[in-house]
């Protein structure tokens, strides 16, 4: 059960909507449920002889009103307080007498009517859908003094928990008062009028969180908004200094003619000016030192940038794993990935990634605040994803973008678990959004290069694919895992296997080392996440179809014995066996 609170100045004009048949003739059978006294007129069902409806709801209008009348200019200037309550889709159809009980709850939780007062506001409930009522109240009570309705919000929602448990209703996740701001009903009817697919609000919002996204400096930040193509308005103080911004959709007007400013902090708690520079505080680091780990230079730009960024993904999993409060300083770096990578893949996953960075803002944001935040080498990371830009069209790009991928939705996974452990309702939801979105994206983007992959693990000579079977099915078990060595399942992995071995890896030890890095509980699919892993910590490339060389000394190159299982640390690659080892022969051509 949802409620939704707005402020008005017009009684009549309210009523008018309510009764009338909608922007969409989805207005049907508009009659009261429940008001202040019970005996307010109501223009919907008046039954009395040739009655006219424009009179009844000039009487109920002159009804609602009285007080306000009545104190004159010291009414506020917004006296209509108005509360839709719909119940979430799936629930069942509540009598007009359950509606009357949940109007009567929720004005006597947020102050507009208390139980027993007699000079509660005058209220009312209008029900014109199967699905929700409307509340409308005037904010003057019976003694001419105002309600004292603080957190009306807050209390509304805490009441429909209560309801829902009564009713038996779906049980809607707690808001902790960190989400973004929805937008008005009448921001929605004006994208609907404007042909608009989402309301100016949340296009503003995501293009402010790509801004940030990544971004080195404030000067930065504003110049990607500018780049953008919205308005941008800065708020200043006596001194000249910077308070705060506001940004405008071009072409947005109100009806005076003038451009729509929406301030940062409305858009989300966390676009304040001052949020975002304690968010850039942490600085980017020195791009040399990611790139120089990042292996090959004859990979295309965006295809190191996506493999170095992987190994630091792994390792924001790792800390949320660990349950500790600082690893929410990662959540908001994640996020800041999440709108990097769907700013530059390809378009077969740009939608899914856009709706998992979407889905996963909400997860950013709680009441916990890490003491030592450090998100350099994260959102260092997000950096060079946009400024490497797209491979659009290069089969490099679907690979590397897959590896990421399949790493970022056991992220989300992990941030789903970290805020559940703190009874974080509506952020573990959404970080389970966004690990569905991101298994869509990934099942576009590894389409391809697993299908090349498990094509050259059928190639395999016979012995040699028996050979990397043997260890596979050695291995999983180790680990409480199954392989299904009689299906194809395992044939990309026994390809990368092999390729490992060419560029004189030990196939026992990486595959040791992949599966240690972190639990694969939670993957949807094991053999991919080991074939992507094993791939990065053997400098393979990600799209099959390229070359496959040895690794470049001194690149990633620590000693590993194959007997020994790397846990939870820093992906590394294993070493290169001795030459005189059998296995340390020529690449295949």
Known sequence: MVPDIGRGSRTHGLLVYLYGPGRREEHTDAHLVGSWDGFAPDPGRDTSPDPDPNVTLARLTAALDLRVKQVGGRAPAKHVWHCSVRTAPGDRRLSDEEWNAVAQRIVHATGIAPDGDPDGCRWIAVRHAEDHIHIVATLVRGDLRNPRINYDFNKAQATCRRIEQKMGLRRLNTGDGT??????SAE????????????????????VRQAVAGADDEKEFFT?????????????????????????????????????????S?????????????????????????????????????ARERRSTTGIAERAAVLLDSDDDEAAAQLVGVGELLDAVAQTSPAATRAELAAAARAFERATRSHVRAERADTRAIRTAARGIIQAGSALGRGEDGGTTAMLVSTLVLVALAAARWHSARGHAQQAHASRQAAEHLRAAYRQAAATPMRALRDQGRALP???????????????????????????????????LAQAEQAGHDPKALLQQALGMRELDTAEDVDDVLVWRMRR???????????????????????????????????????????????NRPPRR
């Not at 260890?471 to 194809?488: H, K, N, V, Y």
């Open 179 to 184: 989400a973004a701001k929805n937008p008005t």
């Open 224 to 264: 990607r908004l500018h780049e953008a193509g919205l308005r941008v308005k800065m708020r200043h103080a006596p001194s000249g200094d910077a308070l705060g911004y506001n940004v405008a959709l071009p072409g947005d007007r109100n009806r005076h003619g003038e451009p729509v400013w929406y301030p940062g």
């Open 462 to 496: 016979e012995a040699e694919r028996r050979t990397h079977e043997a260890t596979i099915c050695a291995a999983l078990p180790e680990q409480g895992l199954r392989a299904d060595s009689s299906s194809t399942k395992t044939d990309a992995l026994a390809a990368t």
């Open 188 to 207: 929605k009817f004006k994208a609907e009028r404007t042909g608009r697919p989402e309301t100016s609000r949340e296009t503003l919002r995501e293009a």
């Open 537 to 583: 910590l053997a400098q393979l490339p990600a799209h099959p179809g390229e070359a496959t060389r040895r690794p470049q000394a001194g690149i990633g190159q620590p000693k590993l014995s194959a007997n020994r299982t790397s846990t939870r640390t820093a992906p590394t690659a294993v070493t290169r066996p001795a030459a005189s080892d059998p296995r």
């Open 266 to 302: 409305k858009l989300a708690p966390d676009l304040s000016l001052p949020k975002i520079r304690l968010r850039l505080t942490d600085g980017i680091a020195d791009r040399a030192t990611p790139s120089a780990a990042s292996g090959r230079a004859d990979w295309s730009p965006p």
